[in-house]
């Protein structure tokens, strides 16, 4: 059983395009988060939402937009997509925050 | 300044030996720590998770945290070529779930 699954793996896309990545979570959690790891391999925070409500929104254009529909899951829309946006983004679930993260296997958005 | 560092590596060790992996933070009022583990094409998975100073041990793996000097270790004992992976330390800081991770250490275990 997957703990943290992310939709889709993989997704090349060109510049200007809207497109979004799914995240759900059967572990119970109450805390979902979505990062960014570059090309450099740095992992770094972009959300966290705390039973659907928005916790931490880090220094993130506006053109990335998380919705969380219910507590399992969090979705990350990012519109007018450019080259700087590639990158292998990141879901996690926590059970509150403070606790330990468990992580996706990722999504690699290429942008052409 | 970044709030934890650690050395990118790579370090390759034969298969057997004892490695150790390290960080650094920079904020006092860090108190829980982490170390994940990254294979390739995978997400960071979980290895060790301690509070405040001390040593936690699991199998062949320790982690040892001294607050005093503001430093964390990972020690992997009768290192293995499975254990070939990305290792990240991290710990939480400022915002509650804010988790800042090292740059990671890549780790080859050669047969």
């Known amino acids: 059983d997957t703990a943290v699954s992310q939709t889709p793996k993989y997704l090349v896309t060109q510049m200007g395009n809207d497109k979004s990545i799914k995240c759900e979570q059967n572990l119970g959690h109450d805390t979902m988060y979505w990062y960014k790891q570059d090309s450099k391999k740095f992992l770094k925070i972009m959300f966290s939402?705390?039973?659907?409500?928005?916790?931490i929104n880090e220094t993130v254009p506006n053109r990335f937009s998380p919705k969380s529909p219910d507590k399992a899951h969090l979705n990350l829309h990012i519109n007018s997509l450019e080259l700087g946006d590639s990158a292998v983004y990141f879901c996690?679930?926590?059970?509150?925050?403070?606790?330990?993260?468990?992580f996706g296997d990722g999504t690699r958005l290429s942008i052409l | 300044q970044k709030e934890v560092e650690q050395d990118p590596g790579p370090l390759s060790v034969p298969e057997g030996a004892i490695v150790s992996l390290n960080c650094t933070y920079s904020?006092?009022?860090?108190?829980?720590f982490m170390w994940y583990r990254q294979y390739s094409r995978k997400g960071p998975e979980l290895l060790m998770y301690t509070y405040s100073s001390g040593n936690k041990e699991d199998g062949r793996f320790t982690a040892q945290v001294d607050k005093s000097s503001k430093y964390i270790s990972l020690f992997i004992r009768d290192s293995q070529p499975s254990d070939s992976a990305t290792y990240l330390c991290a710990s939480y800081g400022g915002s509650q779930g804010n988790l800042i991770f090292g740059k990671g250490t890549k780790l080859s275990v050669k047969p």
């Open positions: 996690a679930s926590s059970p509150d925050g403070n606790q330990p993260q468990h």
């Open positions: 904020n006092s009022a860090f108190q829980y």
């Open positions: 939402y705390n039973n659907k409500e928005l916790i």
